[in-house]
């Protein structure tokens, strides 16, 4: 159970890294064509930032649906380890926390 819930983990962080990897290959095509100050203004930084934070919705929303699948898929798995170690819990009498007290000492 555990190992599957590292791999649901692995999916979620791999699309994470996808996503920043198709972020930083649209920055250098976000800033302004001109640089330096054009009538004596700087570039606009908030400019840059609206149209950044634009697409990175855009990029988040395309892969939103696997996201939420792959986040409930990993609450579910959460749920069942907990449910499984409180049962061996259970079955076993004591608890995992006393054991590592008794070892400690």
């Not at 599957?4 to 976000?30: E, G, H, K, N, V």
């Not at 609206?50 to 609450?75: F, G, H, V």
Request: net charge positive; with cysteine.
């Amino acid at each position: 159970m555990e190992e599957a819930r590292r791999q649901t983990q692995r999916q979620l962080d791999l699309i994470d890294r996808q996503i920043t990897c198709r972020m930083t290959a649209l920055i250098p095509r976000l800033q302004p064509k001109r640089t330096g100050y054009r009538n004596g203004r700087p570039p606009d930084a908030g400019a840059f930032l609206e149209r950044y934070r634009s697409n990175l919705a855009a990029i988040t929303a395309e892969r939103q649906p696997e996201i939420d699948a792959l986040s409930r898929k990993l609450a579910r798995q959460d749920q069942a380890i907990a449910a499984a170690r409180e049962r061996f819990e259970r079955e076993t009498g004591n608890s995992t926390s006393n054991d590592r007290t008794v070892r400690a000492a």
